[in-house]
């Protein structure tokens, strides 16, 4: 019996070829996943900043009507979602309770200054200052975005 003898190889059969594509493209949708991470969830937390924000707005707009102020620092944003002590004909809640956190589910740094309110989110660590997703983010300027 005779035997063949194979002819010299001069490239890749398509199943190798399909191999190396598959590997190819697995390696690089981790890549894509890992580098677009930081930037969504970034732009996912704006979005729902940017939501919440007209909520708690919409929220000390009814307060303001009813009782002619904000609530004070003291009082802070729960005041919209629970009865403040010594205030009397509360008409809450004037939102859901699920509002008063951020993204990152920390409490809003609320301040107010007579006839202005302003909240601002503390940032993933929760924390004054801090950079890229830790910084704060005051809500008024990042609906001017």
């Known amino acids: 019996m005779k035997v063949k003898s194979l ?7 398509l199943i190798e070829l399909m191999v ?8 690089m949708s981790v890549l894509l996943v890992v ?8 732009a996912k937390a704006d979005v729902e900043l940017k939501v919440t ?3 708690l707005q919409f ?15 003291d009082e802070g944003l729960e005041a919209l979602v629970e009865q403040p002590a010594g205030l009397e004909g509360w008409g809450g809640p004037y939102m859901d309770k699920r509002y008063l956190l951020d993204p ?7 301040t107010v200054d007579g006839s202005h309110s ?7 660590d929760g924390k004054e200052g801090g950079e890229k997703d830790d910084a704060d983010i ?4 990042l609906m001017d975005k």
């Open 7 to 13: 002819k010299k190889r001069k490239g890749f059969t």
């Open 20 to 27: 190396v594509l598959v590997i190819l493209g697995g390696l």
């Open 35 to 42: 580098l677009r991470d930081d930037k969504a969830s970034r």
């Open 53 to 55: 924000y007209g909520k």
């Open 59 to 73: 929220a000390l707009f009814e307060f303001k009507n009813k009782y002619g102020r904000y609530p004070t620092q």
């Open 104 to 110: 990152w589910k920390n409490k809003f740094k609320y």
């Open 118 to 124: 302003k909240i601002v989110s503390l940032g993933a």
């Open 138 to 141: 005051d809500l008024d300027k």
